[in-house]
């Protein structure tokens, strides 16, 4: 093992294998700095490029453009408050914020570091884990899977600052129109009204850009205002580096949202968007400033973004263990390897580890490239916050018009964009949570899926399953520590 893991190491550092991966990351990066473009639209489009190539260097070239696209899309979420990724849309809340304030710098700082450490974690957990993935992987079950995500719609109070009433009916009209098109595990369609486009339901990108980028744009049109504050000191590098300082002073908040991100990560198909919610709402619950959560917390900006990162190396289990996709991504990239002649499963690993060790490296050293390439241009990039809103409006409704129209190439996607922009305005101005709605959508699909198949598989029995037992026992923590809280502020 430690001589295919040097193996591994050796043919990554070869200079042609450094060029591939240092062009992925610029493209990465790139693509995620863009508001509108998608990660996964660009991995689909690199496939051909790297058609003839070494299988390494091929999948290690792709494989830099998914881990960095993530990392950069944090910038468009803090400058401007437009996710790069659905999966930023939980570094919007506290990272638009700071940008408001001013901070945008610190937060940039802070969320690109974070990103740099959570992306070395999940790859250090990968490459511990290679020589003993099946058995961790098989582990996990649908029951499993149903109870992480119930635990997640549990947190929706977390979100929802203000009316507690208000969040929970966001998060339970997310959870209805997540219902719209074919159900998962019956195949009967719902709420389509006889219009053929809906039978899919709606679209994760149409749906998180509307909700959250439309809203800040007609905003910015409309008023004409700078995103900064103009009375704000302009952001340097100072503020950039003294932000990235911030991730290791809250060492303790990125390794656990890492945590979270991997673990998240090793379960097909809950990762994705939902490791950085999971992780912001663990961190809210946790943090010893809970107070400054929604309200521009520096925290609130390293715990999803760390875990966004990290959750690419626990995708990466069951997709090189069983050939699983542990994600979207990671499905396009199995595409990839039948394209070279590669099948993933325990044979890939037990006759091509040289090659998993390649790949494992690619996604911590892509990881600390993007951040430093990032922080290093923070400040400039900073700029756009001092932009007037009637010059970058119009900018930035075309890339968000462009972006979602060549997600799919489906036109209806732009109706779907402009429809929940339209929610996700009136939700803002009637002080309805949009993450609520976010995470009730997202979240909604994978309970009715799991429960059906949990029922079908285990009966009610799955209830005592350890994990279910250790989701029970931390929502008693939990709300045992609100109510606590909560009597506190009462006699206070």
């Not at 693509?31 to 190539?53: E, Q, S």
Request: proline share 6%; charged share 10%.
């Amino acid at each position: 093992m430690l001589e295919q893991i040097l193996q591994g190491a050796t043919s990554f550092v070869q200079p042609v294998s450094l060029l591939f991966v240092g062009v992925g990351v610029l493209v990465g990066t790139a693509v995620g700095l863009v508001p509108g473009l998608n990660g996964l639209t660009t991995l689909a489009l690199m496939i051909p490029f790297v058609y003839g190539a070494d299988p390494a260097i091929g999948l290690s070239f792709l494989l830099a453009i998914h881990a960095v696209v993530n990392t950069a899309s944090a910038v468009p979420a803090i400058l401007i408050g437009i996710p790069g990724e659905p999966a930023s849309a939980a570094t919007v809340i506290d990272g638009h914020k700071l940008a408001q304030q001013g901070r945008g710098g610190e937060a940039i700082g802070a969320a690109l570091a974070a990103s740099g450490i959570g992306g070395v974690f999940g790859a250090l957990v990968l490459l511990a884990l290679l020589p003993v993935l099946a058995p961790i992987v098989l582990y996990f079950k649908s029951p499993d899977t149903l109870m992480i995500a119930l635990f997640g719609i549990s947190l929706i109070g977390v979100l929802a600052k203000g009316s507690m009433a208000k969040g929970l009916l966001a998060g339970a009209l997310g959870m209805l129109l997540a219902t719209v098109g074919y159900q998962d595990t019956s195949g009967v369609p719902r709420f389509w009204f006889e219009m053929d486009f809906l039978l899919d339901g709606f679209a994760l990108v149409p749906v998180t850009l509307g909700l959250f980028a439309v809203p800040e744009i007609l905003s910015m049109g409309a008023t004409g205002r700078t995103i900064a504050d103009e009375k704000a000191p302009p952001v340097n590098a100072r503020q950039v580096f003294f932000g990235a300082a911030q991730a290791f002073k809250h060492w303790v908040a990125v390794l656990r949202s890492s945590l979270i991100g991997v673990c998240t990560g090793v379960v097909p198909g809950l990762g994705g968007a939902t490791a950085p919610w999971l992780a912001y709402m663990s961190a809210a619950e946790t943090s010893r400033e809970k107070h400054k959560f929604g309200q521009g917390s520096v925290e609130g900006v390293i715990a999803p973004e760390a875990s966004n990162n990290s959750k690419e190396g626990g995708s990466l289990i069951p997709t090189l263990a069983f050939g699983i996709p542990g994600s979207s991504s990671m499905a396009l990239l199995i595409g990839a390897f039948y394209l070279f002649g590669l099948t993933p499963g325990p044979e890939f690993l037990e006759k091509n580890m040289p090659t998993a060790v390649h790949m494992t490296i690619t996604v911590a050293v892509a990881n600390i490239g993007a951040a430093v390439l990032t922080i290093l241009v923070g400040a400039q990039l900073s700029a756009v916050t001092r932009v007037p809103g009637r010059i970058l409006a119009p900018i930035l409704m075309l890339t968000l018009l462009l972006g979602t129209y060549a997600t799919s190439n489906e036109p209806m996607d732009l109706v779907v964009l402009m429809v929940f922009g339209i929610m996700g305005l009136a939700m803002k101005e009637l002080n309805y949570s949009r993450p609520c709605f976010l995470i009730g959508f997202v979240l909604a699909p994978m309970i009715e899926t799991y429960l059906h198949i949990s029922l079908r598989a285990h009966g009610w029995s799955f209830l005592l399953r350890p994990v279910s037992l250790l989701v029970f026992l931390a929502l008693a923590v939990i709300m045992a520590r609100n109510v606590s809280q909560r009597r506190k502020v009462a006699f206070q």
